[in-house]
Structures are given as C-alpha cells and as structure tokens.
Nanobody, 124 residues
C-alpha cells in the first residue's frame, strides 16, 4: 500500500495560483500512474490530471488544460499540481491517488490508494 499526503491547498483569489504537492511513501510508485482528482461541493469526484511515473507522460481534463501542470520529482517521490489562472469553479477538495499502469487514467474507481485531500477555495 502507498501512503499519500497532500499539501498546498488554501484560499486564493480568482486569477491566482497555487501549487499542490503529494508525497508518496510505503511502496515504490515507479510502475504506477499518479492522478489528481477533485470533488467540488455537492458534486462527484472528477479527474483533473495524471502522470505516468516512469515516462512522465501527462494527461489533463479539458477544463484545466493550459492552466494546470502536473509534474513529478522522482528523487522526492512527490507529484505536484501547479494551478494557474484559477477560477471560482476550481473550488474543491483535491486528492492525489495511485493506480497500476494501464490504458486508462481518468476513472476514480481504478485508483487504489488515495490521500486525505486538501481544500482549494477560489474567491472572487
């Protein structure tokens, strides 16, 4: 099992930026995909971005493409989500998660390990 700890959430004005971090421990994630998901108030959990740990290939939801960037630091076993040009609708609890390599990356139920989540609130 992998333990995931997110950090970096907070309150930011629309148009601002935040960087989320997710530190992984317990098991190597070298053959895994790391994903970021979010759950807005009263809504379902949704895919935000994913990165394949070994290759560094990245994938994004259309709603965040060109605004968010996912990256990883192999030495620190940490994945990041740089969020720029934040909008009110980005307000949510953000979670990181891991899944074994596979063709898909955006389905929450396929991810086995989850962090506790970090709140991101965008104000006007």
């Amino acid at each position: 099992q992998v333990q995931l700890v997110e950090s970096g959430g907070g309150l930011v004005q629309a148009g601002g930026s935040l960087r989320l971090s997710c530190a992984a421990s317990g098991r190597t994630v070298s053959r895994y995909t790391m994903g970021w998901f979010r759950q807005p108030p009263g809504a379902e959990r949704e895919f935000v971005a994913a990165i394949r740990w070994n290759s560094g290939s990245t994938y994004y939801a259309d709603s965040v493409k060109d605004r968010f960037t996912i990256s990883r630091d192999v030495a620190r076993n940490t994945v990041y989500l740089q969020m720029n040009s934040l909008k009110l609708e980005d307000t949510a609890v953000y979670y990181c998660a891991t899944k074994p390599y596979g063709l898909t990356y955006s389905i929450p139920n396929e991810y086995a390990d989850w962090g506790q989540g970090t709140q991101v609130t965008v104000s006007s």
